[in-house]
């Protein structure tokens, strides 16, 4: 996941206004267990796209997850 990460975010440094990588980089973050900056990733994924349904998703998961 952590070679993912490098990737993805090298990625939004090329393309920051991209919410498709953005919500990759929750994703990879998901992956890891790292709550916090798949949360943050996944809120700026909606920011540039707030039709993104699976960060949408992916916020209430993670919501749950962090209440267990």
Known sequence: ANGAIKIVK?????????ADLYDSLGEAYM???DYENSTLSYKKSLVLDPSNKN?????VKIEAVQKD
Request: charged share 25%; aromatic share 6%.
């Open 55 to 59: 960060a949408s998703n992916m916020l």
């Open 31 to 33: 992956k890891k267990e």
């Open 10 to 18: 090298y990625g939004v440094l090329l393309m920051p206004n991209d």
